[in-house]
T-cell receptor, first 110, second 115 residues
């Protein structure tokens, strides 16, 4: 089983749609969780950290379920500029290793 | 403020050769991470350096090695190159020991092609 698993997509959605991505992780001792965004042929950039209480940043909402070991990202009112690959990232202690999922590709269309 | 810089941006080598990739972290960042992103695959953790020491290593063979210099810049060396080593190699830096709740900033990567 992979340490971090994501549906690779692609998710093709119309502009204005709401889209949700899920990610599961295998190490129950994982400490911190993030969503990164990677545009085509560019480096990944932090989108948001994920907290146990859930957190929101504008149109983006991230949630963490430790019991079920999954993380979610909800994008509301999607824009063309949201088209990218979204990477689920988990920090595992005892080495502070950031483990990346393979990413979920989102394509927002007119 | 300059971001994480990597050089070269592109590198073409033949099978069996050695490749050296370089990374300069953001000023003040002491931790440097190396990742491999092969086509169609996610980012695979290679190495983590902090304060000149190797702190953690991913599941890669010993021909992948590196070091961190006193100015916190880092080198990744890949010996005996194989075709499967063709990938985008990304370097990231963070300001504290380990990227706990802090952001890891990535460079634009070195695209290594082995022919």
């Amino acid at each position: 089983r992979k340490e971090v698993e994501q549906d690779p997509g692609p998710f093709n959605v119309p502009e204005g749609a709401t889209v949700a991505f899920n990610c599961t992780y295998s190490n129950s001792a994982s400490q911190s969780f993030f969503w990164y965004r990677q545009d085509c042929r560019k480096e990944p950039k932090l989108l948001m950290s994920v907290y146990s209480s859930g957190n929101e940043d504008g149109r983006f909402t991230a949630q963490l379920n430790r019991a079920s070991q999954y993380i979610s990202l909800l994008i509301r009112d999607s824009k063309l500029s949201d088209s990218a690959t979204y990477l689920c990232v988990v920090l595992t202690g005892g080495g502070n290793k950031l483990t990346f999922g393979t990413g979920t590709q989102l394509k927002v269309e007119l | 403020e300059a971001g994480v810089t990597q050089s070269p941006t592109h590198l073409i080598k033949t099978r069996g050769q050695q490749a050296t990739l370089r990374c300069s972290p953001i000023s003040g960042h002491t931790s440097v991470y190396w990742y491999q992103q092969a086509l169609g695959l996610g980012l695979q953790f290679l190495l983590w350096y902090d304060e000149g020491e190797e702190r953690n290593r991913g599941n890669f063979p010993p021909r992948f090695s590196g070091r961190q210099f006193p100015n916190y810049s880092s080198e990744l060396n890949v010996n005996a190159l194989e075709l499967e080593d063709s990938a985008l190699y990304l370097c990231a830096s963070s300001p504290v020991e380990g990227p706990r709740n802090t952001e890891a900033f990535f460079g634009q990567g070195t695209r290594l092609t082995v022919v």
